[in-house]
């Protein structure tokens, strides 16, 4: 077999393999050989097939096999050979003239195809224990625990049904039925409706008008679609809804106590307040962490310069633009909105996704370099995490990890980067520093952890499938309230 080096253009290589007639007959007489005493053909007892007949019949297919073989099995073994790694599926091009394809199946011509691949260039590490970056940390007040303790009483807060009518801080219990133009539309219907007068969860006008109100009453309420409203077949248009009040109850005093933590399921009011201190902690941890994440990959970007491989750029690239394209179209907004033209944003999205690659290659090369894997109980939690979020749909999840090549590594690769990065965290050199959390959660307009820095349209570009971005205008959506909140502070 030889193998002749056609293009050596910057990452981009191109080979040509050459297979003699003579290697791929000798393959094939040594398949028929084995196929020979197996086959069975009237006339002939089994194993006394002459090879020659046995040829004539399945010659053809054989070399075929062998052929497809080659070319799916040889090139990867070549790389390796070549110490080299493609970052991509090499393409393999073979010709396409029917007459030297018989003849290759004959064992009349030798195989010749091409190889095409770019190749992952050879990082050279660099010590990282000259990076510096500060560690944002916040001192969690008595105070602020007790504000989400005090919210998550006042979300379970007991409500008395009362005979008045309708006050702020009532909660109404009421059918609608929503109309624009006198037609009723989709999502504007609702039984037993539950509101809090003066919680904002409906649009504005809403609320107000039922004020006064009292159990019996009915009225025909008129309000207008925000401009901005999710569902665009009625941002800014007026409507009315038919209102049946149903039950009007008065909010019960709000009591930290034993009772209220029993109520969630814990067994003292001190237990809530701990878990609520943790969970504050892990929400500051986490942007702290991102914060810290984003110093380290910012100063790698600047210590690594290298071409990144074209193919690998493109992808991302296009992965970029499809969620910069979803997120206008789901605003209603332009380019021009956001301060940009569309050529000038691609421009800077595409050095967005060659910053990516480039660090996903660094981060990979550490990884590897210092034996960071991903075990098989990691990946088992992470496809545990992603059965949670799509409740239902867990058959359909798991056959699409289990059957779609490459799947698994979108579970994969955010593991293995975390993993990477703990390293790093360990060996960087770190300095704590206290704020305040409006410091901590203050936007930091230089870029986030993907990592990807904003552009002038000013839309973080998202590297997440695109089936976590949720369509605010989906029919699923009530089209007339806003969607309910939800609960503050959990203490589940």
């Known amino acids: 077999m030889q193998v002749i080096e056609t293009l050596a253009e910057g990452l981009k290589r191109e080979l040509k393999i050459v297979v003699p007639a003579a290697e791929l007959e000798a393959r094939a007489n040594e398949r028929l050989a084995e196929v020979k005493d197996k086959v069975r053909i009237n006339g002939f007892r089994p194993g006394k097939v002459p090879t020659s007949h046995v040829k004539k019949m399945y010659g053809k297919s054989i070399m075929a096999e062998i052929v497809n073989e080659i070319v799916r099995d040889r090139p990867a073994g070549i790389l390796s050979e070549r110490g080299e790694k493609s970052a991509t599926q090499p393409e393999i091009s073979m010709t396409e003239d029917e007459g030297e394809a018989d003849k290759i199946l004959s064992g009349a011509a030798d195989l010749e195809f091409t190889v095409a691949y770019e190749i992952i260039p050879a990082i050279e590490l660099k010590p990282v224990d000259g990076i510096k970056v500060t560690r944002e940390v916040v001192e969690i007040s008595e105070e602020e625990v007790n504000e989400q303790v005090l ?93 049946t009040v149903k039950a009007v109850a008065a909010p019960a005093a709000v009591e930290i106590n034993d009772e209220l933590a029993q109520k969630l399921g814990l067994e003292s009011a001190d237990k809530l307040k701990e878990i609520v201190r943790g969970q504050i902690e892990g929400q500051y941890g986490n942007v702290t962490r991102q914060k810290v994440k ?12 290298f071409d990144a491989p074209s193919k690998l750029v493109d992808a991302e690239f296009e992965n ?42 660094v981060l990979s090369e550490i990884g590897e370099k210092a034996g960071i894997d991903v075990t098989e109980e990691e990946m088992q939690r992470a496809l545990y995490a992603q059965l949670q979020q799509f409740p239902g749909q867990e058959r359909e999840i798991i056959n699409f990890f289990r059957n ?16 990477v990065m703990d390293k ?5 050199n770190v300095t704590d520093k206290t704020v305040s959390k409006e410091e901590l959660l203050a936007d930091d307009e230089d870029g986030d952890d ?3 820095k904003k552009a002038s349209s000013k839309k973080k570009a998202k590297a997440e499938d695109a089936a976590e971005a949720e369509d605010a205008a989906a029919p699923k959506k009530k089209a007339a309230p806003k969607k309910k909140a939800a609960a503050e502070g959990d203490a589940e």
């Not at 919210?151 to 006050?167: D, Q």
């Not at 984003?294 to 310069?305: G, H, P, S, T």
């Not at 090549?405 to 975390?418: D, K, M, T, Y």
């Not at 790093?424 to 960087?428: D, F, G, N, Q, R």
Request: glycine share 8%; hydrophobic share 35%.
């Open 294 to 305: 984003r110093q380290i990959l910012d100063q790698l970007d600047e210590m690594y310069k």
């Open 151 to 243: 919210k998550i009483a006042e979300n379970a807060r007991a409500y008395e049904t009362k005979e008045g009518l309708a006050e702020n801080g009532d909660r109404v219990t009421m059918d609608y039925l929503g109309k624009v133009d006198g037609v009723a539309f989709d999502g504007g219907k609702d039984e037993d409706a539950e509101l809090v007068l003066g919680s904002g969860r409906f649009i504005p006008g809403f609320e107000d008008q039922l004020l006064g109100l009292k159990a019996g009453d009915e009225k025909v309420i008129t309000v207008t679609f925000p401009e901005d409203y999710p569902a665009k077949n009625l941002a800014g248009k007026d409507a009315t809804f038919d209102i």
């Open 424 to 428: 790093l965290i360990s060996e960087v």
């Open 404 to 419: 779609t090549p490459g799947a698994s590594a979108s579970l994969r690769a955010p593991i293995f980067e975390e993993k």
């Open 320 to 361: 970029i633009w499809r969620q910069i394209n979803t997120d206008l179209a789901q605003s209603g907004k332009t380019f021009e909105d956001e301060e940009t033209t569309e050529e000038d944003a691609r421009t800077e999205y595409r050095a967005l996704a060659e910053r990516r690659v480039r660090l996903g290659l």
């Open 450 to 452: 993907k990592p990807v």
